[in-house]
């Protein structure tokens, strides 16, 4: 499912936000110790963000067009709490 697919589910109601991170947890779990695509996964603060997401959609806000949208950002920004190591071995 794209972006705009995943967008157009949650505000009509037949996804949320939490049910599209668990997908995406679910298939990073399911991939990454293949692939080794990921150096941090930040799970508990997606599904934190997907629940207050819910409940502004619930409220009849809109929260931005792609709020909801999983994504991945490659370790060379910083992120709040997360190591930055930018292509480097030493963290």
Do not use: C, Q, W, Y
């Not at 995406?24 to 399911?30: D, K, V």
């Not at 819910?54 to 709040?80: H, M, Q, S, T, Y």
Request: aromatic share 4%; proline share 4%.
């Amino acid at each position: 499912m794209n972006a705009s697919e995943i967008t157009a589910h949650l505000r009509s109601g037949r996804l949320s936000s939490v049910e599209v991170v668990k997908a995406a947890l679910a298939r990073i779990g399911e991939r990454d110790p293949e692939i080794n695509a990921f150096t941090s996964v930040i799970g508990e603060r997606a599904m934190a963000r997907a629940r207050a997401l819910d409940a502004e959609i619930v409220r009849g806000n809109d929260p931005g067009p792609l709020a909801g949208v999983p994504f991945a950002a490659k370790n060379l920004f910083d992120v709040a709490g997360v190591t930055t190591l930018a292509g480097s071995i030493i963290e």
